[in-house]
């Protein structure tokens, strides 16, 4: 199967299985759950993967300046009530950033489409986010 076939796919199979976290961002849905083959994972709402990073802890972030820049926090603009296992952490600019269960969410530069996974494993210490 082509790539792209692979990505249409995966389109309907989250068409079919998305779980959503509820928000004022993106239309009302910053999170969504997907699955693409049998993969489990946490997506912003344009199919991005999610990640987390071991440095953090639970409720802080600690990727800022050129970390933040290779891997964008996953912010919103207002405070949102968020489904259980969801939360919003302040970062240090006063932003707010989409959590699961207290870990910080980012984007990773590099993944171009949605459904790539290109930044799991990075260093050892940046993983796909699951529910």
Sequence with gaps: ???????????????LSA???????????PVVTGKLGDQIYLMDADM????????DG???SNCYDQCAAKWPPLVVDAQ????KGFSLITR?????QIAYKGKPLYLWINDARPGEMTGDGVKGV??????
Aim: aromatic share 10%; charged share 15%.
């Design 19 to 29: 779980g959503l976290a509820f928000g004022a961002a993106h239309g009302g849905k």
């Design 48 to 55: 991005m993967t999610l990640y987390t990073f071991d440095k």
């Design 126 to 131: 940046w993983h796909v986010a699951r529910p």
């Design 80 to 83: 949102m009530d968020l489904p």
């Design 1 to 15: 199967m082509t790539y792209l076939g692979t990505v249409a796919t995966a389109a309907a199979t989250l068409a």
């Design 92 to 96: 240090k600019d006063g932003t707010l």
């Design 58 to 60: 639970k409720g802080v």
